[in-house]
């Protein structure tokens, strides 16, 4: 089975433009297919062929983004070799190849997203102007002021500074429950602030993505974004 399509036609099922237009971009040399320039009319492409436009890496459909709140015992990877994977949960959301944006450990649970937009993937890497995660976090043990006063203002780690967006205790709860937010697209860091700190997480669950929530989101469910809620985190 030939999985060829004409460049102008991956282009245009991915949402950039009309087939007409992405000749024109073609021509002018703003598409690179594998690393390089491609300025043939007709070219034909695979679709799992890497074809970048203006830098950005596209895809053969349209753009998808899906909201799961994970529950526990799932592995976040787009691998099928790990037993039970965050995919699984999202099989039927769409026909686009999406995957997770950061990381969600195994036995963490809450909001992970997932798209085949680069641009919004690329915005949760960037750790300084990235889209903040607010998380609910339960310690085996109550959080000391002195330890919360330092994380908020920021700790080094083998000379490497760590912050956080924002620390808080939950109100009306024990010190035991602590709200953070951070922009690092993993769990990892959390683990190593109170792992720092002599504390166990016995909860972490990721409550808030930029100004995403888990409103009508059951456990093991997810939801297509709105246009305007991509639209909210295009602009974060």
């Not at 997932?114 to 949760?124: A, G, Q, S, V």
């Not at 080094?156 to 010190?175: A, Q, W």
């Not at 109170?194 to 993505?209: E, P, Q, T």
Request: include cysteine; charged fraction near 30%.
């Amino acid at each position: 089975m030939d999985n060829k399509i004409r460049l102008n036609k991956f282009i245009s099922n991915s949402g950039i433009c009309s087939r007409r237009d992405a000749d024109m971009h073609i021509s002018i040399g703003s598409v690179k297919v594998n690393g390089k320039v491609v300025t043939e009319m007709g070219c034909k492409v695979d679709l799992d062929d890497e074809v970048r436009f203006d830098g950005a890496r596209i895809y053969p459909e349209k753009k998808a983004y899906v909201l799961l709140n994970k529950p526990k015992g799932f592995s976040t990877t787009d691998s099928q070799s790990k037993g039970k994977t965050v995919m699984d949960l999202v099989s039927n959301a769409t026909k686009s190849r999406i995957k997770p944006v950061g990381r969600l450990g195994r036995n963490s649970t809450g909001l992970l997203l997932f798209t085949n937009d680069e641009l919004i993937m690329n915005k949760f890497v960037n750790s300084k102007k990235g889209v903040a995660r607010l998380f609910y976090i339960e310690l085996d043990k109550n959080l000391k002021a002195e330890h919360l006063k330092q994380i908020k203002e920021g700790f080094k780690i083998d000379g490497k500074l760590i912050s956080v967006e924002e620390i808080s205790y939950v109100v009306n709860s024990t010190k035991k429950e602590i709200g953070l937010s951070i922009k690092n697209t993993g769990n990892t860091i959390i683990r190593t602030i109170f792992d720092h700190f002599k504390y166990d997480i016995i909860r972490l669950d990721c409550v808030k993505i930029g100004g995403l929530t888990k409103k009508d989101i059951p456990r093991g469910h997810w939801k297509n974004l709105t246009e305007l809620e991509v639209s909210s985190l295009k602009m974060l």
